[in-house]
């Protein structure tokens, strides 16, 4: 029987899984396409399909501080920072009205996130704003 490790080797196999999976409404099946997403996305940050097939399994799972930050990261990935810091910030939300039960670690893995994402939107504004004020070495007239 193949392992986690071995079916997250075809992404195109394993995002087709996590369809069926969701698709058949087997929990089981569900369960283990997350695992499997999971370890796939902790290696590959940028695959924003990856990121929103654990966004719908975490949902089919009943874990929505899960969802909210795996579609954070989906948008994250395909440069989207103000959407993905809109959900995280759905997430920070929903986690202090208690809505999802005790995920704390979920929670602070969200506020620790959000906190990055912040940061990387001050750095982008930054040089956005250095770049209009300062003229470059093609605009010096000789």
């Avoid at 999976?21 to 695959?47: F, M, N, Y």
């Avoid at 893995?109 to 994402?117: K, M, Q, T, Y």
């Amino acid at each position: 029987m193949a392992g986690v490790g071995d079916e997250a080797r075809s992404r195109p196999a394993m995002l087709l899984r996590a369809q069926v999976a969701l698709a058949s409404g087997d929990p089981a099946a569900i369960r283990h396409s997350t695992e499997v997403l999971q370890t796939w996305v902790s290696e590959h940050k940028l695959d924003a399909l990856s990121w929103q097939s654990l966004s719908h399994c975490a949902e089919a799972q009943g874990q929505p501080l899960r969802a909210l930050r795996a579609a954070a990261e989906a948008q994250a990935a395909i440069g989207n920072i103000q959407g993905a810091m809109d959900r995280l910030r759905a997430g920070q939300q929903m986690a202090r009205r208690g809505a999802v039960g005790n995920d704390f670690i979920e929670a602070s893995v969200i506020d620790s996130r959000w906190r990055e994402l912040q940061a990387q939107r001050r750095e982008l504004m930054a040089g956005q704003r250095s770049s209009r004020g300062s003229s470059g070495p093609d605009d010096e007239r000789p």
